[in-house]
C-alpha cells in the first residue's frame, strides 16, 4: 500500500469539499424552494366604490377585490337610494368586465360596412380619423351628430361636446316601457321631463298595463318601496289592482289581476271612468271646478264608454269595471298609473286620478340629469333635426343624409329598435359613424370605426342619481380597477378630439381629461377632496314644481289608432310584449348569469318564448315547447310556444331582450328580437309594443 | 332420518331440535335488529346543546317582489356555473336560489305565489339519510353541508329532497378565460359528477367567526349574512340565529303569517316564509 497523500487524493477530497459547498445551495434552491408562489397574504380582501352603469339610476356599489383582482360586488350600505341592495343587472356587472367577448382596442372597417372585417389600429389614428371627418364639415356643423346613450356625467360631456362644435343634432334615447305617462301632463314649457307618483300616500293602486316592478326606473328602489308599501307600516297596508294581458309579476304580486287586451288600457280607463260618474263617486265640486274639459269629457264618457263595452273592446267583464271603480271610489286616495304607451291610453287613465281628485299625488320632479350642465349655457338651443323616434323614417325618406358623421355612445338602435331594421337601413346611409361599446353591438357592426369605452369598474365615474320622491344625489367614484383592455372613456376621448381642434372647442371644453371635468363638477358638490375615495352628496331635497297641467279637453273620443285592423289583415291575436328586469332597456342578454332569469312564472330560460292560453293552443292546434313562427305586418321571428293559462285567450306574450345577432357567444344566436314585428305608429312615431296584430303558426 | 320422520318430529312431538331453536331466536330477533338498525339510520331529533346557534332565514313573501336579486347575488358569490341554452333545454343550470311560481288555491280563486327556494336546511334531512358515503351531513349549527371530494355522485339525495334543491353536476362547468377570474376564490368550484347545493354562504360563516376571534370578541347578529340576504333590495329575507329568541329571524318565524314548505313531510325546515295577505 503507497502511504501519503497522491494526486487522486487530493482530486478525491477536493471533489467532496466542493461538492459540500455546493449541495447545500442545489438543495435549498432547486429542491427546497416551494416551485409554486406562496399564498396571498391575509387579509387581502378590500372593498372599493364604484358605481353601477347598466341603467340612470346609478347605484353605487362596493367591488370586492381579492388580492387586486374582483372577485364580488355588494350595493354600498348606508347610501340613502341603493341602501347595500342592488338589482340582478347590478350584480353581474363584474360578467361585464370579464366578458371574453370585449372588444380590446379600437377597430377600423376594412371590408363593405357589416362584413365584420376589421382592422385595429391605435388610439391617437382613432382620434385622427375622427378628427378629419368632423373638420370636413366644420362649415356645415349641423351635419355632424351624436347619440348619446351614457348615463352620468359622460353623457354631459358628449352633449357639451356636440353644442361646442355648433351642432344642434344631440340625440339622448328614452326609453317608454320605464317610463310614467309624462305627454298626459304639461308645464309651461310643454311635455315635463319627469314627474313621480307619491305611492307612500295612497292607499289604493291600480296599474293599468303596466309591469312596474319590472319596467320602472331604479328598480332598486321600485323593490323597496313595494315592500314598504305593504309592509312597512304598521296597520297599513296599500292594496294593488292590477290590468294586464297576462299575469306578469307586478300582476302576481298585486291583491287583484284582471286580464285584459293587450294595449286597450285607455278604453278600460274610461269604462271605470263612466261607472265613476255614473255612481257618484267622483269627487263633484273638485273634479267639475278644477278640471278644464270636465263637462264635455263627462257627456263623451257617459255616451260612449259603458262598462259593457269593455266586454267587447278589452275582453274584459263589465262587472270587474264596476269593481274597479267602486274599488277607486271608496278610498280617499287612490291613484291610476300607467306608462308612456299611445298618448290616449296616458289621458285616459290619468283622468281616473282627476276624477278622484287624487292628481296633487303626481308631482313634477327636477330632471337633474337633464338640467345639470358642466358650465353657463353656451350652447346653440335649436331642436335636432329629427324626433329621436322618427329618426329611421327621416334619414329613409332624405334622398341624401343630412348627417355625415355621427358618433353613437352607448346606444344600440340596430337591436333595441323600435323597428331595428329601419335603423340599420338609416344607419346605413351615412357616411361616417363612430360607435364607442366595449362589444361588438349590431349598431357597431355597422360602424367605420369602432372605439371600446372601459367598463364602468374601470373608469372615472360621476352622476346625479334621482330618487322617485326627487331627492338628488351626486354620486361619484374613482376607477376600481385597472383596465383590462386598450380602452378609452369616450368622453376623454371627445375631450382630446376638442383640444385637437382647438380654437372655440378647446376653449368650450378646456378640461385635460373627464377627471378633471370630474373634478370640477365634484367641486361644486362640495366632494372635490373625497374624489378619490368615492361617495356621495345628497344635493336637494325633494323639489315639487308648480302643480302640473293635466286637462281633459284633449281627449278624444277613441285612440284613433288601428287596433282593430288585426282581424281583417290575418292577424287576429294581439301581442303584448313583455319588458323582464334583467333585460331593462333591451340590455343584458351578454351577461350569461342575467340569461337565467327572465322567465321565472312560465320557467323558461336562454331563449325567447310566446306564451299562449292553452285554449288557443288547441284551437291553433300548437303543442307546448313547440318551436312556432310569430308573424305581423312587420315581419316574423321565431320562439318557443309555451302555454300559460294565466293570460288573456287573444294574446301572445314574448320577452324582450333576446335575439341578438352580435354581444358576444353569450347573446349572439340566442333567442329571437321582438321588436322585429313591432309596427311603429305613423302619426306618433311610437312602437306598438302592446295590441300589435300577430298571427302564429308552425 | 328421513324426511318424512323429520316432519313427524316437528309437527307431532313438538319436542324442539337445535335448528329449530336458532330458526325461532333468529325470527324471534328480527325486529330488534331492524329496529336498531333503523335507529341508526334515521336518528331521533338531535339535541341542540343551548347556546349552539342554529341559523335559520324567513322570507317575507309580502315583501318580495320576485326580483331575483337573490339569484344574481348567490350565483356571483358561489361561482355558479354560467349556463347556456342546451343546458337550460335539459333543465341542466344550477341555481341554488331560485323563484318558483307556486299556485295556491283558495276559496277566492287560485293565486299565484313566486317563492324564492333556497335549500330548507332541514333540522331532519332527506339528503343525509340516503347519502353513502356521508358526503351531505347536518353540522352542529344547522347547515346542510356537502363535501364534494366525498361525493360519488349517486343521486339518491337529489332525487329524496322534496324541495328539489340539490343538483347534479352533469358536466365540467365551462369558465371561459378571463371569465373564471371572477370566482370568489373562499368557494370551491365544482366538477363533473358531483352533487351541489345551497350551504346559506358558509363561507361568509367562517370569514365571520375567524374576523370575531381576531378582534377577540363573540359572533354578533349581523357578522355572518348570505349574499342572497344583503342583496334582496325589497329587505323581504330575514337571517340570523333561531336559537336566540331576541333575534329578528326567531321573531318573524313566530309570526301568525309564517309557515314552512311541506311542513307534514317532517323535515323540520329552518326556512320559513310569511305569507301574503
Request: aromatic share 8%; hydrophobic share 35%; charged share 25%.
Amino acid at each position: 500500500m503507497k502511504e501519503g497523500f497522491t494526486r487522486r487524493d487530493f482530486f478525491k477530497i477536493g471533489a467532496l469539499i466542493g461538492a459540500g459547498y455546493a449541495l447545500p445551495r442545489v438543495i435549498g434552491d432547486e429542491i427546497c424552494k416551494p416551485k409554486e408562489d406562496g399564498l396571498p397574504p391575509l387579509n387581502a380582501e378590500s372593498f372599493v366604490p364604484t358605481i353601477c352603469r347598466q341603467c340612470p339610476a346609478l347605484c353605487l356599489q362596493k367591488i370586492r377585490l381579492v388580492s387586486g383582482k374582483p372577485v364580488g360586488v355588494e350595493g354600498m350600505p348606508g347610501h340613502p337610494l341603493n341602501q347595500g341592495a342592488l338589482c340582478s343587472k347590478g350584480l353581474a356587472v363584474l360578467q361585464e368586465f370579464y366578458h371574453p367577448d370585449r372588444l380590446t382596442g379600437p377597430l377600423k372597417r376594412r371590408g363593405p360596412r357589416g362584413s365584420g372585417d376589421w382592422e385595429k389600429i391605435s388610439w391617437p389614428a382613432a382620434a385622427n380619423l375622427v378628427r378629419s371627418q368632423m373638420v370636413s364639415v366644420e362649415r356645415n356643423p349641423g351635419a355632424f351628430g351624436i347619440f348619446s346613450g351614457s348615463f352620468g356625467l359622460q353623457g354631459k360631456v358628449m352633449e357639451k361636446f356636440a353644442r361646442a362644435f355648433g351642432t344642434p343634432n344631440f340625440w339622448r334615447p328614452h326609453w317608454e316601457p320605464s317610463e310614467p305617462p309624462l305627454d298626459a301632463f304639461r308645464n309651461p314649457r310643454g311635455v315635463p321631463e319627469k314627474i313621480s307618483y307619491d305611492f307612500n300616500s295612497a292607499d289604493l293602486i291600480v296599474s293599468f298595463g303596466w309591469d312596474w316592478l319590472q319596467q320602472m326606473d331604479s328598480p332598486v328602489e321600485v323593490q323597496r318601496l313595494f315592500s314598504e308599501l305593504r309592509r312597512g307600516r304598521q296597520g297599513h297596508r296599500t292594496r294593488f289592482l292590477h290590468l294586464e294581458s297576462q299575469l306578469s309579476i307586478s300582476a302576481a304580486k298585486s291583491d287583484e289581476w284582471f286580464p285584459i287586451l293587450p294595449g286597450r288600457e285607455g278604453v278600460a280607463a274610461l269604462c271605470v271612468a263612466h261607472v265613476l260618474i255614473s255612481e257618484g263617486l267622483y269627487d263633484k265640486g273638485l273634479s267639475e271646478r278644477r278640471v278644464k274639459g270636465f263637462d264635455s269629457f263627462k257627456r263623451m264618457v257617459l255616451k260612449e264608454y259603458p262598462p259593457d263595452r269593455a266586454e267587447k273592446d278589452c275582453g274584459m267583464r263589465a262587472e270587474d269595471i264596476r269593481r274597479i271603480a267602486r274599488a277607486m271610489g271608496s278610498v280617499k286616495r287612490s291613484l291610476a298609473i300607467t306608462w308612456r304607451s299611445s298618448l290616449f291610453n296616458q289621458e285616459a287613465v290619468n283622468s281616473l286620478n282627476l276624477l278622484t281628485d287624487n292628481s296633487d299625488l303626481i308631482h313634477e320632479i327636477r330632471d337633474f340629469n337633464g338640467a345639470f350642465s358642466l358650465s353657463k349655457a353656451t350652447h346653440s338651443e335649436k331642436t335636432p333635426l329629427a324626433d329621436i323616434k322618427k329618426w329611421p323614417k327621416f334619414f329613409l325618406n332624405a334622398s341624401r343624409s343630412p348627417i355625415e358623421v355621427l358618433l353613437i355612445d352607448g346606444f344600440n338602435p340596430a337591436f333595441t329598435g323600435p323597428d331595428p331594421s329601419a335603423w340599420k337601413e338609416a344607419l346605413g346611409k351615412i357616411p361616417f359613424i363612430a360607435s364607442f361599446s366595449p362589444f361588438m353591438d349590431e349598431t357597431s357592426s355597422l360602424a367605420d370605426l369602432i372605439l371600446p369605452p372601459p367598463v364602468s369598474i374601470e373608469s372615472w365615474q360621476g352622476g346625479v342619481a334621482e330618487s322617485l320622491d326627487g331627492t338628488a344625489f351626486f354620486n361619484f367614484a374613482p376607477p376600481a380597477v385597472q383596465p383590462l383592455h386598450d380602452t378609452k372613456d369616450a368622453a376623454d376621448f371627445a375631450l382630446g378630439i376638442a383640444r385637437a381642434m382647438g380654437g372655440r372647442m378647446a376653449s368650450l371644453l378646456p378640461w385635460g381629461s373627464f377627471e378633471e371635468a370630474l373634478r370640477g363638477v365634484a367641486k361644486g358638490y362640495g366632494a372635490g377632496k373625497d374624489l378619490k375615495k368615492g361617495g356621495w352628496r345628497k344635493i336637494a331635497p325633494p323639489v315639487h314644481g308648480a302643480s302640473l297641467q293635466a286637462s281633459l279637453e284633449n281627449l278624444k273620443t277613441s285612440d284613433g289608432g288601428d287596433l282593430f285592423e288585426a282581424d281583417k289583415s290575418g292577424y287576429p291575436l294581439k301581442l303584448c310584449v313583455q319588458f323582464p328586469l334583467c333585460f331593462s332597456r333591451g340590455e343584458g342578454a351578454h351577461l350569461p348569469y342575467l340569461q337565467s332569469l327572465p322567465g321565472p312564472q312560465i320557467g323558461e330560460q336562454w331563449e325567447t318564448w310566446a306564451a299562449i292560453h292553452p285554449q288557443t293552443a288547441s284551437r291553433l292546434g300548437i303543442e307546448d315547447r313547440q318551436m312556432v313562427w310569430v308573424s305581423s305586418s312587420s315581419g316574423r321571428i321565431r320562439a318557443r310556444a309555451r302555454l300559460y293559462e294565466k293570460m288573456d285567450t287573444h294574446t301572445v306574450s314574448i320577452p324582450f331582450g333576446l335575439g341578438h345577432s352580435e354581444m358576444g357567444r353569450w347573446a349572439a344566436g340566442v333567442g329571437s328580437n321582438p321588436a322585429e314585428i313591432v309596427a311603429i305608429e305613423a302619426s306618433s312615431g311610437k312602437p306598438r309594443w302592446q295590441g300589435q296584430g300577430v298571427n302564429i303558426h308552425v | 332420518m328421513s324426511n318424512h320422520e323429520k316432519g313427524v318430529s316437528l309437527t307431532d312431538n313438538h319436542s324442539t331440535t337445535r335448528r329449530g331453536f336458532f330458526k325461532g331466536a333468529a325470527v324471534f330477533l328480527l325486529p330488534f335488529v331492524f329496529r336498531r338498525a333503523r335507529a341508526e339510520v334515521a336518528p331521533r331529533k338531535r339535541e341542540v346543546k343551548s347556546g349552539t346557534r342554529l341559523w335559520g332565514m324567513v322570507i317575507d313573501l309580502d315583501r318580495c317582489t320576485a326580483c331575483q336579486s337573490c339569484v344574481i347575488a348567490c350565483s356571483v358569490e358561489n361561482n355558479q356555473m354560467l349556463g347556456n341554452p342546451q343546458e337550460a333545454a335539459m333543465g341542466r343550470v344550477i341555481r341554488w336560489i331560485r323563484v318558483q311560481p307556486v299556485v295556491k288555491e283558495s276559496a277566492g280563486g287560485s293565486r299565484q305565489s313566486l317563492m324564492p327556494m333556497p335549500c330548507m336546511q332541514c333540522e331532519d334531512p332527506p339528503c343525509i339519510k340516503v347519502c353513502p358515503t356521508a358526503a351531505t351531513f347536518l353540522d352542529p349549527e344547522g347547515i346542510v353541508g356537502q363535501v364534494y371530494p366525498r361525493c360519488i355522485g349517486c343521486r339518491y339525495c337529489v332525487n329524496s329532497c322534496p324541495y328539489t334543491a340539490k343538483f347534479f353536476n352533469w358536466e365540467t362547468p365551462s369558465w371561459p378565460k378571463p371569465m373564471a377570474e371572477a370566482q370568489n376564490p373562499d368557494v370551491s368550484p365544482r366538477y363533473k359528477g358531483i352533487v351541489e347545493k345551497c350551504l346559506f354562504c358558509h363561507q361568509r360563516l367562517q370569514r365571520a367567526k375567524e374576523k370575531a376571534a381576531f378582534e377577540k370578541r363573540a359572533l354578533a347578529e349581523g357578522d355572518y349574512i348570505p349574499a342572497c340576504v344583503l342583496a334582496c333590495p325589497a329587505k323581504a329575507i330575514a337571517f340570523g340565529d333561531l336559537n336566540d329568541p331576541g333575534s329578528e329571524v326567531s321573531r318573524l318565524s313566530q309570526s301568525p303569517r309564517a309557515y314552512r314548505l311541506l311542513d307534514e313531510l317532517g323535515t323540520e325546515p329552518k326556512v320559513s316564509y310569511l305569507r301574503e295577505e
